[in-house]
């Protein structure tokens, strides 16, 4: 009977140590879990940012200056207003060299 009462001791042991490290290992997982997922955010962040760069590089218009062949920000350029068009330059010495250049034609 002694052995029946210790082999039951034993066994209960068994289970309550095996059910603690069972605690313990999903505990464990779940903050690796938890980390995988924070990194995935970080990441699916990142490339959505990226994502928000390369649209708003896309919506930046260029124009090309008549005089250096520069293509250049639309918003940048240095504005010249001729027969209600606009000339678009890269720097205002182009802009002046192109007025020079139509004064002596």
């Known amino acids: 009977m002694e052995f029946m009462t210790g082999a039951f001791r034993v066994f209960l042991l068994y289970i309550i140590v095996s059910n ?3 605690i ?3 505990l464990i997982n779940r903050k690796k879990i ?3 997922i924070e990194e995935a955010k ?3 962040n990142q490339a959505n940012d990226n994502t928000k760069v390369a649209e708003k590089e896309e919506q930046i218009e260029y124009v090309i200056d008549p005089i ?3 293509k250049i920000a639309k918003n940048d350029a ?10 678009y330059f890269h ?4 802009r002046q060299e192109y007025i020079d250049r ?3 034609n």
């Open 20 to 22: 603690i490290l069972r």
């Open 24 to 26: 313990i290992y999903t």
């Open 34 to 36: 938890a980390q995988r």
């Open 42 to 44: 970080k990441q699916q």
């Open 68 to 70: 250096c062949k520069e």
């Open 78 to 87: 240095h504005i010249l207003l001729e027969d209600d068009k606009k000339i």
């Open 91 to 94: 720097s205002w010495e182009c």
């Open 102 to 104: 139509k004064k002596e």
